[in-house]
C-alpha cells in the first residue's frame, strides 16, 4: 500500500505512465482513424480524472522545451513563409477571434440568455484558449461577475484544447490530404525546398547544442515578459510560449549568437520535439482532468456547448479563407488555424498529423496578431454585453 501511495505521489511515474498508455492509445487505428499525438492528453485526462496530478511547474518546463524544437525546425522556412502568407496570417488572426466574439455575444443574449452571462463571456477567452484575453476581461468586470468569468474560461479553455487537437488529427483523414503532395506545394510557395535553403545558406549547422537551445529558452522568457503597451486595453506579453517560438525562430534563421550555434541538426530536433510533445500533452490531460467533469456537472452542458460552438466554428472560418478562398496548402494553412485559434496544443496536433515542424512558421506568424485581437475583444465584451447589476 505505501509502494502504492509513493508511485501515486511521484510525478514523473504519472506523467510517464501517461505518456506510455497514450502513446500506445495512439498507435490503435479505428477506421483508419488514430489518436496520435492526443493519446497522451486523453490518457491524462483519465489520470488526472482518478486524482493523479504532476507538479505544476512541469506544464511550463515541457512546454518551452517542445516549442523551442518545433521554433529551431521552423526557423529554416520562415523567411520564405512570411513573404508567402504575411498579410493573409494577419487576417486569420483578425478573423477566428472576431468570429468568436459574435458567437459569445449571440450565445449571452440569445441562445443561452438563461445562464450566467459572465459564465457563458468566459467562454470567448477560454474557447480560443485565450489566457491573455482571460487578463483583459478581469481587469474590465466589476468584482462579482470575475469568478463566473474564471470557471467559464477553465471550462471553455479544457473544450477549445479537445477541439482544435481533434480537429487537427482528424481534417487531414476526412479530407484525404496527401501530405506529401501539400509539403511540396509548402516548398513551392516558399519558393524552395528546406534543403535548397540550407545549401544556399552560409550559416554553419552542429549536430546539437546544449547552450543554443538553453539560450533560446531564457531570451524567450524574457521576450516573452516584456509587456506591450495597449493603452486602455492593458499591458498583455506573449507568454512564455509566445516568447520562446520567437527566439527560436529568430535565433535559428540567423544560425549563430555570438559563440553559440543556434542551427542543430533537425533529425535530432524532431527527437526532442516528438519526445517532449508526448509530456507535455499528457501534462495537460492530466491537470485538466482533476475538475473537468465536477465543473460541468456544477454548471451545466450550456458553458460546454458555447465553447464547443464558439472554437469549432471560428476553426471552421480560419479553414475557410485559408483553404478554400485563398488555396493555402495544408501545411501553412494548419499553422494559421492554430495561431488564430491561440493553442500551442493544437500546433502540436498539427505538427504531429502534418508531420512538418514548418507548421510552426505560419502559427508563429498569426498567434502574436490574434493575442492581440483577442485582449481587444475581451474588454469590448464587457462594454457591449449588458451585465446584471
Known amino acids: 500500500m505505501a509502494v502504492i501511495e509513493s508511485l501515486v505521489g511521484n510525478g514523473l511515474f504519472v506523467l510517464f505512465l501517461a505518456v506510455l498508455v497514450g502513446m500506445g492509445l495512439g498507435k490503435i487505428s479505428i477506421r483508419g482513424v488514430k489518436f496520435g499525438v492526443a493519446g497522451p492528453l486523453f490518457a491524462g485526462l483519465v489520470l488526472g480524472h482518478f486524482g493523479f496530478t504532476v507538479p505544476d511547474a512541469y506544464s511550463g518546463l515541457t512546454l518551452a522545451l517542445f516549442v523551442a524544437a518545433v521554433g529551431l525546425i521552423a526557423a529554416h522556412e520562415i523567411e520564405g513563409t512570411v513573404k508567402a502568407y504575411g498579410l493573409n496570417f494577419v487576417a486569420v488572426a483578425v478573423l477566428m477571434p472576431t468570429v468568436a466574439l459574435a458567437l459569445t455575444y449571440v450565445w449571452t443574449q440569445f441562445v443561452f440568455s438563461n445562464a450566467s452571462t459572465p459564465l457563458i463571456m468566459g467562454s470567448f477567452s477560454g474557447a480560443l484558449t485565450s489566457s491573455p484575453g482571460l487578463g483583459s476581461a478581469i481587469e474590465a468586470l466589476p468584482?462579482?461577475?470575475?469568478?463566473?468569468?474564471q470557471i467559464g474560461h477553465s471550462v471553455g479553455y479544457v473544450v477549445g484544447v479537445l477541439v482544435i487537437v481533434v480537429f487537427q488529427q482528424l481534417y487531414p483523414?476526412?479530407?484525404r490530404l496527401n501530405l506529401d503532395d501539400e509539403k511540396r506545394r509548402f516548398d513551392?510557395?516558399?519558393?524552395g525546398t528546406a534543403d535548397d535553403a540550407a545549401s544556399e545558406s552560409s550559416v554553419s549547422e552542429v549536430t546539437f547544442s546544449v547552450m543554443g537551445y538553453a539560450l533560446v529558452i531564457v531570451a524567450g522568457a524574457v521576450v516573452g515578459s516584456i509587456?506591450?503597451?495597449?493603452?486602455?486595453?492593458?499591458?498583455p506579453s506573449l507568454g512564455?510560449?509566445?516568447?520562446?517560438l520567437v527566439a527560436a525562430l529568430v535565433f535559428g534563421y540567423f544560425g549563430r549568437v555570438g559563440p553559440v550555434p543556434t542551427r542543430m541538426d533537425t533529425t535530432i530536433l524532431s527527437e526532442i520535439r516528438a519526445f517532449t510533445l508526448a509530456m507535455f500533452l499528457a501534462v495537460v490531460g492530466i491537470g485538466a482532468g482533476g475538475g473537468f467533469l465536477a465543473t460541468i456537472a456544477e454548471y451545466g452542458l450550456q458553458i460546454v456547448a458555447a465553447s464547443a460552438l464558439t472554437s469549432f466554428v471560428a476553426i471552421l472560418a480560419g479553414l475557410a479563407l485559408t483553404r478554400y478562398v485563398w488555396g493555402m496548402d495544408w501545411i501553412s494553412a494548419a499553422g494559421g488555424i492554430t495561431g488564430g485559434h491561440t493553442d500551442t496544443k493544437g500546433l502540436a496536433a498539427a505538427v504531429d498529423a502534418t508531420g512538418?515542424?514548418?507548421v510552426a512558421a505560419g502559427y508563429g506568424n498569426t498567434y502574436p496578431f490574434a493575442l492581440l485581437f483577442m485582449?481587444?475583444?475581451?474588454?469590448l465584451l464587457v462594454i457591449v454585453i449588458p451585465l446584471a447589476a
Request: no cysteine; glycine share 14%.
Open 240 to 244: 512564455t510560449t509566445g516568447g520562446v
Open 375 to 379: 485582449v481587444v475583444y475581451a474588454k
Open 173 to 175: 483523414v476526412i479530407a
Open 356 to 358: 512538418a515542424d514548418e
Open 188 to 191: 513551392e510557395a516558399i519558393g
Open 143 to 149: 468584482a462579482a461577475a470575475r469568478q463566473d468569468y
Open 227 to 235: 509587456p506591450i503597451p495597449m493603452g486602455p486595453f492593458g499591458t
